[in-house]
């Protein structure tokens, strides 16, 4: 019989059988589709040279004006950010402790003789298991070293005065308080789970059910911490889904740390417990699912006097005052009027002064001084309300002014179908906002309204707040059911995978799934965790170009699309990966490059509705090897190659056999003759079946190959097996 082209619908189908796939793909891994043809996918190298601490769960790639490239990596335990290769923590303090603080810190070091176990003793530290507390200042403790107690250390054994550390060398006395009185113990913002757990521990549950402390009667949805980012021009702006803001400064050298929103200078009614924070296009800070605008004042002190240096005011009042740098408070019945107006405490020399900075210096002290009020800003959680801070015509965004005033845009506006905004995507020209079952657009007016929301679909589901993704002003997501899109209005995006990916996935964690872009192959991609995993371990694929599914095995829990690193970018087990790049699996930097192991296998096709058995004597494979390497980094000889099994079955339900009857085996090696680029030879095989497949693969370093149009010399073989 002559040759048969071996022609295939590009994409995979596993909506049906895989003998009704006849004439498709059925099954594969780490392969994608070129222009209808399959090849294997790029490699990966690690970027960051010391490994990050806990589970990634947002990344963004930016350049600074001064040309810095930088990755903002956040963690379930920490925040970094990674210039060039070197990775610098930048997570939040929560609170520091010193031999000043109502809780000292002197001597708070306990040691046992030949334990590397330090007891830490201060009072109401507020930290818990898996906590990172920095020390510095003290002195050696029983055998134990300066420079050992003198660094971050990781929290255990937590009671509500007392911790444990494990130092580098265990001490050679016991010593029951130790370190001296120049101890700083700064307290990092506590870790959060990684995946959802579930337990009924100490504390878990809601507050004040019990007795104090007590466990949970039913077991506790404890989620994942999820972390949202954005730039704002060098700088970071990123909150802790259902927590506060949070801002990194950027400066050359990395050496600040992120702090509260609100407790910059002039930031104001800053929300709390916010869902998520993102940027508009206009360049407003939106926060999403969080606290309402609030305001209440409290009476202040008599004022003694008020006099002034320059721009600063010094108020000295008749008894303790009980202000804290960050405070507002208002002033009235002051002259100058300079004095009189909201101004936020910029320091607290005394329990009975403070001072705050005048729009100009009025020349005088104030007189008479009238009166104060402290002014609070707090609401109540509303898990449908957004809400946008100013942005001054002449500055630009201001990210810590939230209060709405006539001669600003700071406000609000609330969503109205729907219990909880799940999250918030920006495009071109609008956010798309979605609630749990509805999709609005929020669109700025540039009026005194500032933004105008409009309902475009109540009948949409969104799985998690990271699976959205755009491309070619097509917004993709994926539902707790089918995938979504939306270029003006929403449509069901048809899928050949649909049931393979949503019968087979870990709803209960689907919180983790997320979506990202990989934009040199036209192509969406999804991470999501099987129903058998509580981490992400799959992926699913859509190439937008030629309107086609893959999918595959890869854990990675955050992606940032090609940018300022001419590489999409990927988070795992403490690295950032740089994807496609090279053509095999390196885990670490310096380590020596692992295979990944791709292939591609196509559904069952037969002759004469199977009714025939078909005998298949040769393979003419047309494989191409162009980029694959000839050569081992220390000059040794590489032949790439890839592996062609054609197996054969007589039912549908039957195992695929991969020998004859005469036990002869049916993979073959397809090995390159004159060129690495181009494969020439044929393979003989004797395949006896009423339906045969036809699979490539590979699994060595160095190769990277693309399957043309194989042809297979197969005939009629009778009836009778």
């Known amino acids: 019989m002559a040759l048969k082209k071996l022609v295939f619908q590009p994409g995979i189908n596993r909506d049906r059988s895989n003998y009704s796939s006849e004439g498709s793909w059925y099954s594969c891994d780490k392969i994608r589709f070129r222009q209808g043809y399959p090849e294997k996918i790029g490699g990966w190298t690690p970027i960051n040279?010391?490994?990050?601490?806990?589970?990634?769960?947002?990344?963004?790639?930016?350049?600074?004006?001064?040309?810095?490239?930088?990755?903002?990596?956040?963690?379930?335990?920490?925040?970094?950010?990674?210039?060039?290769?070197?990775?610098?923590?930048?997570?939040?303090?929560?609170?520091?402790?010193?031999?000043?603080?109502?809780?000292?810190?002197?001597?708070?070091?306990?040691?046992?003789?030949?334990?590397?176990?330090?007891?830490?003793?201060?009072?109401?530290?507020?930290?818990?298991?898996?906590?990172?507390?920095?020390?510095?200042?003290?002195?050696?403790?029983?055998?134990?070293?300066a420079a050992n107690l003198n660094k971050e250390f990781k929290i255990a054994n937590v009671t509500s005065n007392t911790f444990e550390i494990t130092v580098a060398a265990a001490a050679t006395s016991t010593v029951s308080a130790g370190g001296g009185t120049s101890i700083v113990a700064a307290f990092q913002f506590g870790v959060g789970n990684a995946t959802t757990q579930y337990g009924y521990g100490w504390s878990a549950g809601a507050w004040n059910r019990s007795t104090w402390g007590s466990a949970s009667e039913t077991p506790v949805d404890l989620p994942p911490r999820i972390t949202f980012q954005d730039q704002f021009n060098n700088d970071v702006i990123y909150n802790i889904q259902d927590s506060d803001i949070f801002f990194f400064e950027y400066d050359a050298n990395i050496t600040n740390r992120a702090v509260k929103l609100n407790t910059i200078v002039n930031s104001r009614a800053v929300p709390e417990q916010v869902g998520k924070v993102m940027f508009a296009a206009s360049g407003h800070l939106l926060a999403l699912s969080c606290t309402s605008f609030g305001r209440s004042t409290t009476a202040g002190q008599s004022i003694s006097s008020i006099t002034r240096t320059g721009t600063t005011a010094t108020v000295t009042t008749g008894s303790g005052h009980g202000l804290s740098v960050y405070d507002w408070v208002e002033f009235d019945g002051q002259a100058p009027s300079a004095y009189q107006g909201e101004f936020q405490v910029v320091s607290v020399p005394s329990s009975t002064t403070f001072t705050y900075t005048l729009p100009y210096d009025p020349g005088g002290s104030a007189s008479p001084a009238g009166t104060y009020v402290k002014v609070v800003y707090s609401g109540t959680l509303d898990p449908m309300l957004i809400r946008f801070a100013n942005v001054d015509a002449t500055t630009g965004p201001q990210p810590t002014e939230w209060k709405p005033e006539l001669t600003n845009s700071a406000g609000f506006i609330r969503v109205k179908q729907g219990s909880q905004i799940i999250t918030g995507f920006r495009t071109r020209q609008e956010v798309l906002i979605f609630t749990d079952i509805a999709l609005s657009t929020l669109q700025f007016l540039g009026t005194e309204e500032v933004?105008?929301?409009?309902?475009?679909?109540?009948?949409?589901?969104?799985?998690?707040?990271?699976?959205?993704?755009?491309?070619?002003?097509?917004?993709?997501?994926?539902?707790?059911?089918?995938?979504?899109?939306?270029?003006?209005?929403?449509?069901?995006?048809?899928?050949?995978?649909?049931?393979?990916?949503?019968?087979d996935m870990n709803k209960e964690n689907g919180f983790l799934n997320f979506a990202g872009v990989n934009s040199e192959f036209n192509e969406i991609i999804w991470f999501y965790c099987s129903s058998g995993s509580n981490s992400i371990n799959r992926y699913v694929i859509y190439n937008y170009e030629e309107k086609i599914w893959y999918y595959g095995n890869l854990t990675r829990t955050a992606w940032a699309n090609t940018g300022t690193i001419k590489f999409p970018l990927a988070t795992f087990n403490g690295y950032v990966y740089k994807h496609e790049d090279g053509k095999d699996n390196v885990v670490a930097p310096g380590d020596s490059p692992t295979a990944i192991e791709a292939f591609i296998e196509s559904g069952d096709m037969g002759i004469e509705d199977g009714d025939s058995f078909v005998l298949t004597k040769r393979v003419i494979p047309?494989?191409?090897?162009?980029?694959?390497?000839?050569?081992?980094?220390?000059?040794?000889?590489?032949?790439?190659?890839?592996?062609?099994?054609?197996?054969?079955?007589?039912?549908?339900?039957?195992?695929?056999?991969?020998?004859?009857?005469?036990?002869?085996?049916?993979?073959?090696?397809?090995?390159?003759?004159?060129?690495?680029?181009?494969?020439?030879?044929?393979?003989?095989?004797?395949?006896?079946?009423?339906?045969?497949?036809?699979?490539?693969?590979?699994?060595?370093?160095?190769?990277?190959?693309?399957?043309?149009?194989?042809?297979?010399?197969?005939?009629?073989?009778?009836?009778?097996?």
């Open 622 to 721: 047309d494989v191409n090897f162009t980029n694959s390497d000839t050569a081992t980094a220390q000059g040794a000889a590489l032949t790439p190659e890839v592996q062609v099994t054609v197996g054969v079955r007589n039912f549908p339900g039957a195992a695929n056999s991969t020998s004859d009857v005469v036990g002869n085996t049916l993979s073959r090696d397809v090995v390159t003759t004159a060129s690495v680029d181009q494969y020439t030879n044929q393979i003989f095989v004797r395949a006896r079946g009423r339906q045969m497949n036809f699979k490539i693969a590979s699994e060595d370093v160095g190769v990277q190959w693309q399957l043309g149009t194989t042809r297979v010399d197969f005939r009629p073989d009778g009836r009778r097996g």
């Open 49 to 145: 040279f010391t490994a990050y601490a806990g589970t990634a769960s947002s990344m963004i790639q930016y350049g600074t004006s001064d040309g810095n490239e930088l990755i903002s990596v956040a963690t379930n335990e920490k925040n970094y950010i990674i210039k060039g290769t070197d990775l610098n923590d930048i997570t939040p303090i929560r609170a520091t402790f010193t031999t000043s603080t109502s809780s000292s810190t002197d001597n708070c070091f306990k040691t046992t003789d030949e334990s590397t176990t330090v007891v830490v003793t201060i009072t109401g530290h507020g930290a818990s298991n898996g906590d990172y507390v920095t020390f510095s200042g003290s002195a050696a403790v029983g055998g134990v070293t």
């Open 451 to 503: 933004f105008a929301i409009q309902e475009i679909s109540d009948s949409i589901n969104i799985i998690a707040p990271k699976v959205v993704a755009e491309a070619n002003n097509v917004v993709y997501w994926m539902g707790v059911d089918k995938f979504f899109a939306y270029d003006g209005r929403v449509n069901t995006l048809p899928c050949t995978l649909k049931q393979y990916v949503f019968e």
